[in-house]
């Protein structure tokens, strides 16, 4: 199982956390799957280490996989999480009034974008 933190915008355009799972269902030697999600376009990013991007909404909905680093991320009403190496956020505030993303590490952080169609 695949936990996913997700960013969303409600009906007042305020950001929110939300979490979910994906399943995986066992393959055999090969493990086990989830099943398919459709994608659009895979995007690797870098940024630099003093990433600090103020309120911004996802340009579209994307899966992020973050590869290495450590963010906060705060929604419009304030709450914040960090997440490191390893999760999965899947966001989907493409409207309303965002939330802001900041590195917490003086490194550069890599990731992975997996936009949704």
Not at 51 to 57: A, C, F, K, L, M
Request: hydrophobic fraction near 40%; glycine fraction near 6%; charged fraction near 25%.
């Amino acid at each position: 199982m695949f936990a996913i933190v997700r960013i969303y915008a409600d009906a007042n355009g305020d950001s929110h956390f939300d979490e979910s799972t994906i399943s995986l269902l066992p393959s055999g030697m090969i493990g086990s799957l989830s099943e398919p999600v459709p994608a659009k376009e895979i995007i690797f990013r870098e940024v630099e280490p003093n990433y600090d991007w103020s309120y911004h909404t996802a340009p579209q909905r994307q899966y992020i996989i973050l590869l290495d680093g450590m963010i906060e991320i705060e929604t419009s009403l304030h709450e914040k999480r960090i997440f490191r190496a390893g999760d999965i956020l899947l966001v989907e505030d493409t409207t309303g009034k965002g939330h802001k993303t900041r590195n917490l590490e003086p490194v550069k952080r890599r990731s992975i974008f997996i936009t949704l169609p």
